[in-house]
């Protein structure tokens, strides 16, 4: 359906497959769809092309941007079925319906700019810097989850701005900005604070570094949900990945991050139903 049309879309009540799992029936969906398409009116109005990044990343790549020192507990590997274990299986020999897997070597996403960064190792960005705007599947192992709140696969938008300092700190505040007009659009409260990411180990360095120089803030619903945050990545990854300005120097970068799900929770939260939710969303994008 078109997100500017106003008929409700069928109810269907659709089972969740497990902890962290959910499927989205026809309201939430066309929450989702609509809510994604508002939310790309930051990559607008900031000119920031659409692309789509890759589905996996190396854990190679992963390991030189500390991901694995910082969070280690939040990684999802891939594997694939074990080569000897093909012709067992195939005979119908599968014990206890998980097959014997080997690794790939390969993690799923589990923030949209991982990818898109790793994918611009080595270039110039140019004098002007460069954005880029993408929506990704992202995938987490946390200890617990909680409806739309906490999933384990989730949607998450990202407009990511890679050039000099003080054009990192301006991508900022103007996402800042946008998501202060989107949710006053939508009907939904927000409160600004400065993140508590989740170190796998909460007395090292990086994280003593977060709490004395806080480098993300979050936008947290009413009952705390943590919906949208500003990134301020400082030179980082242009150290890293030897992304460079005109100029030869490592590249500072942002980015502002949508929680798509965490936004459909949101406004159902704040308007009592989906039905209604959508009602809001029709009224905002027409």
Not at 49 to 61: I, M, R
Not at 95 to 102: I, N
Not at 200 to 224: I, Q, T
Request: charged share 25%; with cysteine.
């Amino acid at each position: 359906m078109s997100t500017s049309d106003t008929t409700a879309p069928p109810s269907i009540g659709l089972r969740n497959p497990g902890p962290g799992l959910v499927a989205l029936d026809p309201v939430h969906t066309a929450l989702l769809r609509g809510l994604d398409e508002l939310l790309r009116g930051l990559a607008t109005r900031l000119s920031a092309p659409e692309v789509v990044g890759p589905p996996l990343l190396t854990a190679d790549g992963l390991d030189r941007l500390d991901y694995f020192r910082n969070f280690p507990h939040l990684g999802v590997g891939v594997g694939r079925v074990a080569a000897d274990a093909l012709d067992g299986l195939a005979g119908g020999r599968a014990q206890d319906g998980r097959p014997p897997l080997e690794p790939t070597g390969h993690f799923l996403p589990s923030a949209t700019c991982y990818g898109l960064l790793l994918c611009l190792e080595g270039r110039d960005v140019g004098p002007e810097g460069l954005r880029l705007s993408a929506t990704g599947r992202c995938f987490r192992n946390e200890t617990h989850y909680d409806g739309l709140r906490r999933l384990w696969g989730f949607h998450m938008r990202e407009v990511v701005y890679l050039g000099d300092k003080d054009g990192a700190v301006e991508h900022l505040d103007l996402g800042a900005e946008f998501i202060g007009d989107a949710a006053a659009l939508l009907g939904v409260e927000l409160t600004r604070a400065a993140a508590d990411d989740p170190f796998y180990n909460r007395g090292g360095s990086r994280a003593r570094l977060m709490r004395l120089d806080p480098v993300k803030h979050e936008f947290s619903a009413a009952d705390g949900t943590a919906i949208a945050s500003v990134n301020r990545h400082r030179n980082f990854f242009g150290e890293r990945l030897g992304i460079r300005t005109g100029s030869g120097e490592p590249v500072h970068s942002s980015c502002v991050a949508f929680g798509v799900e965490r936004w459909v929770h949101a406004m159902v939260l704040a308007h009592g139903t989906p039905e209604r939710a959508l009602d809001q969303l029709h009224d905002v994008l027409r």
